[in-house]
């Protein structure tokens, strides 16, 4: 199917590939369903959560286990029962990017994480308690380049396994 | 805003199923329980609060701005 998409105009999709929020994302309740696409560039290690109902909503998503390799989100049972898990370890679990305006700062969001079960093709945001984990956690600063410190050999490696 | 006054020990329900209990007060801290059913989530506000800013603030981001994120990372590729 085709669907609509205001940073990337018409997009031939996958039907099969949609994801459904039943309880959509944080602020933005009222859409369910989302696709995942390619940044432009494949190499890159974001990609897009785009609404399929809503042209204008998009996410940057990334594998947080990129750039936090030892990144453990504690999601309790209940907080995704409807996402249907039968198998917690197949979860896929993404993190949504912020950039500031300025481009000075790449932040990804380590406590509200978006857990997928790619079974069901079901996704919940969930808010990680007690966690030290920060909601703006700087990936890059133009301050501090080294702040970007994910190989790209440990990114491709990740992705596979996660089939992202 | 419903204001009810409770002391240690005592309850409020929330419709059927929801009840909240003070627990302790220790000073300007109150630690409360919450009893409400699995589908009911239940958050610190200001951590709620947090996440719905960030998502609200991804919402906006720009193929633009992600390609210029992803010539940081060609540079930080290539040393």
Redesign the interface.
């Known amino acids: 199917m085709e669907i609509k998409t205001t940073?990337?105009g018409d997009v031939e999709i996958d039907e099969n590939l949609i994801i459904t929020l039943p309880e959509g994302?944080?602020?933005?309740e009222d859409f369910k369903r989302y696709i995942i696409l390619d940044?432009?560039?494949k190499?890159?290690?974001?990609k897009w959560l785009q609404s399929v109902e809503d042209p204008s909503?998009?996410?940057?998503i990334t594998d947080p286990l990129i750039f936090v390799p030892d990144y453990k989100a504690r999601v309790p049972k209940?907080?995704v029962?409807?996402i249907e898990p039968s198998d917690a370890s197949k979860a896929i679990i993404v993190v949504?990017?912020?950039?500031k305006r300025d481009?000075s700062e790449?932040t990804i969001?380590l406590?509200?994480p978006i857990v997928i079960n790619p079974d069901k093709k079901l996704a919940k945001?969930v808010?990680i308690?007690e966690s030290d984990y920060s909601?703006?956690h700087i990936i890059?600063s133009r301050n501090q380049?080294e702040t970007?410190t994910a190989e790209?050999s440990k990114y491709k490696k990740v992705a596979k396994s996660h089939s992202l | 805003m419903l204001v009810l006054t409770r002391k240690l020990g005592e309850s409020i329900t929330i419709g059927d199923d929801v009840k909240v209990t003070i627990i302790e007060i220790k000073g300007k801290q109150v630690k409360v329980g919450i009893e409400a059913p699995q589908q009911t989530t239940v958050h610190r506000e200001e951590i709620y609060q947090r996440i719905l800013e960030e998502n609200r603030m991804a919402a906006l981001i720009s193929p633009v701005h992600l390609k210029k994120v992803g010539d940081f990372w060609k540079r930080t590729k290539k040393p």
């Open positions: 940073r990337f994302i944080l602020g933005f940044h432009f560039d190499e890159s290690p974001f909503l998009a996410f940057v209940e907080e029962k409807s949504i990017v912020n950039i481009h790449i969001n406590q509200g945001q808010v308690k909601v703006r890059f380049k970007l790209p």
